[in-house]
């Protein structure tokens, strides 16, 4: 079957400018997972849903990182106001649910550049 | 709070000889343990994962790893190793206990298997 989708691939942008990244996950899976993955850092943990809880938003790095998911389904991680540091592949993966150690299945990423 | 190490930047090896991937963790109560690989420009791919039971977890394209309790490891083995295997590989550690859903991911270890 299809596995979690991203897009865009590559996104290249202006310093102070807006991005949208978006995420597609395996059908049927609950949980929705954000990762951030960057030479300096390896690979950090951003968010977390988990079907109509409230998500856990502890790994974001600043206010300007938000994420919403619509439907249960798709989901958008929005920076506002990129700064260069913000420069690195964003991972979405989803699991089953989280109620078990389901495994977490990755997307290809979406490569940011911030200029 | 959960993480894991991977001692190792680099590990090279010739084809056909056989390949080992250290991790330890870290965890205030019991691991679920998870190995993933990066080849180039894509996102992780699921190899491997102890949860429970035999200590001995076989995966993925002839991968397998072995959960040690006393020394906290999870060694990724391959008995004889490809040019194909060359890649980032990431060990990764979720705690039982802590009610999270997030996995703590080791910094990778690049595998360069020499023809």
């Known amino acids: 079957g299809a596995g979690v989708s991203q897009s865009p691939s590559n996104k290249v942008t202006e310093k102070g400018k807006d991005v949208e990244l978006r995420c597609d996950p395996i059908?049927?899976?609950?949980?929705l997972y954000w990762y951030r993955q960057s030479l300096g850092q390896g690979l950090e943990f951003l968010i977390y849903?988990?079907?109509?809880?409230?998500?856990?938003k502890s790994g974001l790095p600043s206010d300007r990182f938000s994420a919403e998911r619509t439907g249960g389904s798709v989901s958008t991680l929005t920076i506002q106001r990129t700064q260069q540091e913000d420069s690195a592949v964003y991972l979405c993966?989803?699991?089953?649910?989280?109620?078990?150690?389901?495994?977490?299945?990755f997307g290809p990423g979406t490569r940011l550049t911030v200029l | 709070a959960q993480s894991v190490a991977q001692p190792e930047d680099q590990v090279n090896v010739a084809e056909g000889n056989p390949l080992t991937v250290k991790c330890t963790y870290s965890?205030?109560?019991?691991?679920?343990l998870f190995w993933y690989v990066q080849y180039p420009n894509r996102g992780l791919q699921f190899l491997l994962k102890?949860?429970?039971?035999d200590n001995l977890v076989k995966g993925s394209y002839g991968f397998e790893a072995e959960f040690n309790k006393s020394q906290t490891s999870f060694h990724l083995k391959k008995p004889s190793a490809l040019v194909s295997d060359s890649a980032l590989y990431f060990c990764?550690?979720?705690?039982w206990g802590e009610g999270n859903n997030r996995l703590a991911f080791g910094k990778g270890n690049q595998v360069v298997v020499i023809p």
């Open positions: 990764a550690v979720r705690d």
């Open positions: 965890v205030s109560g019991n691991p679920y």
């Open positions: 102890y949860i429970t039971g």
């Open positions: 059908s049927g899976h609950t949980a």
């Open positions: 849903f988990q079907g109509n809880s409230a998500p856990d």
């Open positions: 993966a989803s699991s089953l649910s989280s109620g078990r150690p389901d495994t977490q299945y």
